[in-house]
């Protein structure tokens, strides 16, 4: 494998953000100070905390937070010594308001997620980002749904707006390692900022896919602890540090301590397990959005409905984060 110094790799750890799909947007103070605590000693570098769909989306239609998020960034960034705290915003449903807020409580970097096809909308937050003295990324989500072509030329105006780092977001753990390597590979070759991987585990090539990500030159790599995450989950933390270990890759990420962070600090607080069941891989095989899953669920058992059949039309209907409303409308006419 061809090795990037280990000093360029970052860990966005995510399990306060993408895990909260999975646990119904319900964390607690209390949790997300234990798991921003333990993250901090272990050394992680990056800890996004926010509401699975980013700023602004506790709503109806994506689910009510518990607790709201920017009580729960504060509390990280309270836990933080070394690791920097970070965002997800998704134009749409975060706003700049939002950003500045998340900004004045501590966050320092923030992810502006779009549709891969729909780059443009991110200009006004990456703009202010850079303004307010934040980390700036592009996420471009749903990677695997378009061509390469036009995943670079949308990398190149995320760049051009400001951003310091571009990812190639397999938001439906649908690509295979090809795909990885052919993506990552072309934005490294267009684009002068550094690129970035997020993975789904719902093929179960998550850790894999992350490999091959980082063999073609991507430096900000996004896990989650105990693989908590929408679907299957995200790459595996601690199985990733401990991979890149025996690789001879050390990102000054303590093993043992990630390793009793999964175990009696995360596992305790999911609500389910994050696996590869008949939902999660018929999510990865149709290619549609992760978080779609729990919606998808409790639509099914409304209508009555096989909710992997659900799941098979979203994809044929390539319906993208934010579509949401979409299922429920899917259920009613399968049911017909």
């Keep these: 494998m061809k090795r990037n110094s280990t000093e360029s790799i ?23 100070r234990a798991v921003a605590r333990t993250l901090d000693d272990a050394g992680m570098h990056y800890i996004e905390v926010s509401h699975g ?19 729960l960034i504060e509390t990280a960034v309270e836990q933080c010594k070394q690791a920097q ?4 915003l998704i134009p749409g449903i975060g ?28 200009a006004q937050h990456l703009h202010v980002a850079r303004e307010l003295g934040m980390e700036a990324i592009g996420f471009l989500m749903m990677a695997h ?14 760049e051009s707006y400001g951003a310091q780092a571009v990812y190639v977001t397999d938001s439906a753990g649908a690509m295979l390692p090809q795909d990885v390597r052919e993506r990552v590979k072309a934005l490294r070759g267009a684009l002068s900022c550094e690129i970035g991987f997020h993975a789904h585990n719902n093929l179960s090539l998550a850790v894999a896919n992350t490999l091959v990500a980082i063999e073609e030159g991507a430096t900000r790599i996004d896990s989650s602890t105990r693989c908590l995450g929408a679907g299957a989950g995200n790459t595996q933390t601690e199985a990733l540090i401990a991979v890149l270990q025996r690789m001879d ?12 962070l999964a175990e009696d600090v995360v596992a305790p607080i ?19 959005y992760s978080s779609f899953l729990l919606h998808a669920e409790r639509a099914g058992k409304r209508f009555g409905v096989d909710p992997r059949d659900i799941l098979m039309e979203l994809g044929r209907c390539k319906a993208v984060g934010g579509q949401e409303d979409m299922i429920l409308d899917v259920a009613a006419s399968l049911r017909k």
């Design 10 to 32: 970052r860990i966005t750890e995510v399990c306060l953000r993408d895990g909260s799909h999975a646990v119904a947007h319900q964390f607690t103070v209390e949790q997300v």
């Design 53 to 71: 769909d980013g700023l602004g989306g506790s709503t109806l239609q994506y689910g009510r937070s518990l607790v709201d998020e920017m009580k």
């Design 85 to 88: 705290v970070a965002v997800l």
């Design 95 to 122: 706003t700049v308001q939002e950003l500045k807020q998340a900004h004045s409580i501590g966050a320092k970097l923030v992810r502006v997620a779009t549709h891969v096809t729909e780059a443009n909308v991110s």
């Design 145 to 158: 749904s378009a061509p390469v072509e036009v995943l670079v030329e949308q990398a190149k105006l995320m």
């Design 249 to 260: 890759m050390h990102l000054g990420i303590d093993l043992y301590k990630m390793m009793d």
């Design 270 to 288: 999911m609500h389910r397990v994050p696996e590869i069941n008949k939902g999660s891989l018929a999510m990865g095989y149709a290619g549609v």
